[in-house]
């Protein structure tokens, strides 16, 4: 069993027995490292922070119209590659920004996983209680993912350059 998850709280990770579910894969365009909005000209802005294991950070904005946009949106829209499986608490993201290269199982025994932060209300990074698809984020909050050793509880990445 694993005690880190994805988006998933500890105690809901402690239930999670590792290995694979259905793939659920979701992929968008090549990541880039600047902070200019896709749909530049709508009347909100939300953020996606990427940090690698090797300490690189990709920055996206995504604009929206409507009061929220959910996190997978966010995800899709970002045009930051990524893939997720479904598991009974909902997905997780096994793979952003082409890290890792492959995997075949996406929570792998002893590897380095993805884990989720979330920015709401202007408060500093807090690890995501539920899955990214289950985040909301208004105006000026942001989704954060850090490539995380399995061997230590993870640090959030640095905040969204706006």
């Not at 909100?44 to 990709?58: E, M, N, P, R, T």
């Amino acid at each position: 069993m694993r005690k880190h998850l994805i988006g998933v709280s500890a105690t809901l990770a402690l239930t999670l027995v590792a290995g694979c579910g259905s793939a659920a894969g979701s992929s968008a365009g090549a990541a880039s490292s600047g902070t200019a909005c896709v749909n530049a000209g709508a009347a909100h802005k939300a953020y996606l922070v990427v940090q690698h294991a090797d300490g690189k950070v990709v920055n996206k904005c995504v604009g929206f119209a409507a009061a929220q946009i959910n996190g997978e949106d966010l995800m899709k829209q970002s045009g930051i590659e990524y893939q997720a499986q479904t598991f009974s608490f909902g997905k997780a993201v096994c793979q952003v920004d082409n890290e890792p290269a492959q995997f075949s199982d996406c929570f792998p025994k002893d590897k380095p996983y993805w884990a989720l932060y979330e920015v709401v209300g202007g408060q500093p990074w807090v690890q995501a209680q539920t899955a990214y698809t289950q985040v909301d984020l208004k105006d000026g909050e942001a989704l954060g993912w850090t490539y995380a050793s399995p061997m230590a509880s993870p640090a959030p990445p640095p905040l969204p350059k706006k």
